[in-house]
Each structure stands twice: as C-alpha cells, then as structure tokens.
C-alpha cells in the first residue's frame, strides 16, 4: 500500500449525504469530511468542536481506506462531491484520498482559509479560498495565501469566499477581491451566534443574519460591485448550528 494510503488523517466527523450550505457549491449534494486541527482561531467561529484543542480526543487518526469505507456507505457507492472542511483540512495529508476517490469517479471540494499550501491542492476540483476579514481577529498572510493560488494553478474551480460582519469586513473583502479579479467572489453575512459545541440544538440569530444579508446586498448593488454574490449560510437557515447535517 502507498505511503498515502497509510497516511493518518485526523478526521473529526463524516456525515451526508446533505446540501452544500455555502459558497460556489450551494445546494449540491455531498458528503462532508470533517478534519480536526486548524491553525487559525477566528473569533466567531462555528466549527469549535474541529478547532479547540479540547475536542483532540475526539478527532480519530484515520486512514484512506477507513475514511473511504464511510464514504461510500454514506453516499451507497454512488459518487458524488465530497467536501473536505475543518478546521482547516489543508493541515491534513489528504492527497492519497482525493486521488483514490477520482479513481472511483468521486469529486473533491476543499475550503481553506488560505495559510497552509499542498502539492495536492492541484489535484482538486474545487477550491474555495476563504481569507478571514478583521472581525475574526486574524491577520491573512498573503504570501501563504498565494502560494495556495500558485500550487493550485491549473487544477481546480479557485473561488474566494468572504464573511462580512461589518464595514471594515466589507472593506476588506473589496480589497480581496481587488487583488484576485479573476476568481469568482462570494460574499457571506456572518453568524454571531457560534453554539456550544456539544449542543445539537444550537439556535441561532436568524434575525441578525438576515438583516446583515440585507445589509450586504444594499451595498453591493451600491456600490455597483456586480461581481459579488451575495448568499446566506444555507444549512443555518435550515437547521441552525446543529452538528452533522
Ligand atoms: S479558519 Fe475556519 S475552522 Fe479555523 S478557526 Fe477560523 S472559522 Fe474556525
């Protein structure tokens, strides 16, 4: 068996088939692949329970071929987009999983914020490139975001995704998207309201999302910035926070 094959991934849940909730893929159906671990800690973020150090324990070391049995039962063996998210998946040695997913006619769409580049990004069939804006509290590393731009050359559908909480964050979208005017850019009101982790009923602040959505396409049609689009978290609305769907 390849090194690949063997390689452990740290895998904090697999769960679908369900939709898509976001961003270029909204609405498909897929299989998601949870990863443990992210090098970033954003201060609104929702998926705590694949970030916090405290989860570890939960987030089991798994190969390709374990993490391939759940695919496909998941999915009946009929292959469709699998999405890899985090935390952040491109700490992950992922490779061998996405090449042995094409070889059974599965595709693979992965979200990253941007810091950690990988040879296999190439190998992709969607990227989405999610810069996190100032209200996170992180800083983006634009060179690190670049060399993901530049291993993934020539390889996967590149779009950018963006949450915008406020002005500055809106700001700071705009000169994403200035830097990058050839990839697509989506704008996605944020979600204050990061549950506990544990909790399967987590509610959120519909209300709030919805008048920053309002909000954010008042000032892109404003702003004639035609190249945005602007949509709401999918899977929020439907089911809130809750975990696993
Ligand atoms: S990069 Fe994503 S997963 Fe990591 S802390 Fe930020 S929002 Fe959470």
Same mark, same amino acid.
């Given at each position: 068996m390849s090194a690949a094959r063997e390689a452990q991934i740290? /895998?904090?849940?697999?769960?679908g088939p369900t939709i898509q909730g976001e961003g270029v893929l909204i609405g498909l159906p897929t299989v998601f692949v949870r990863t443990g671990g992210c090098d970033y800690r954003c201060s609104w973020c929702d998926s705590l329970h694949a970030v916090d150090s405290e989860y570890r324990d939960q987030w089991l070391p798994m190969t390709v071929d374990g993490i391939w049995a759940e695919v496909t +039962?998941?999915?009946?063996?009929?292959?469709?987009? /699998?999405?890899?998210?985090?935390?952040?998946? #491109?700490? +992950?040695p992922l490779g061998g999983l996405i090449a042995h997913g094409h070889a059974h006619g599965y595709k693979f769409a992965l979200e990253t914020q941007g810091s950690v580049a990988k040879e296999w990004f190439a190998d992709l069939d969607v990227l989405v490139l999610s810069p996190k804006p100032p209200s996170s509290g992180m800083a983006t590393d634009w =060179? #690190?975001?670049e060399h993901c731009l530049r291993l993934a050359a020539g390889g996967p559908d590149i779009a950018l995704k963006i949450v915008v909480f406020d002005d500055r964050d809106y !700001?700071? !979208?705009?000169? #994403?998207? #200035?830097r990058y005017p050839d990839l697509p850019v989506y704008l996605q009101p944020?979600?204050?309201? @990061? @549950? @506990? @982790? &544990? &909790? =399967?009923d987590a509610r959120v =602040?519909? =209300?709030?999302?919805?008048d920053r959505m309002l909000w954010l396409v008042d000032k892109v049609t404003e702003d004639r910035w035609f190249e945005a689009r602007v949509l709401p978290q999918l899977h929020v609305l439907l089911w809130g926070n809750k975990r696993g769907v």
């Open positions: 740290r /895998v904090s849940e697999i769960f +039962q998941l999915s009946g063996g009929k292959p469709l987009m /699998v999405s890899l998210s985090g935390g952040n998946p #491109a700490i +992950q =060179d #690190a975001f !700001a700071y !979208a705009r000169e #994403a998207s #200035a944020g979600n204050h309201t @990061p @549950p @506990p @982790p &544990d &909790d =399967d =602040d519909i =209300d709030g999302i919805m």
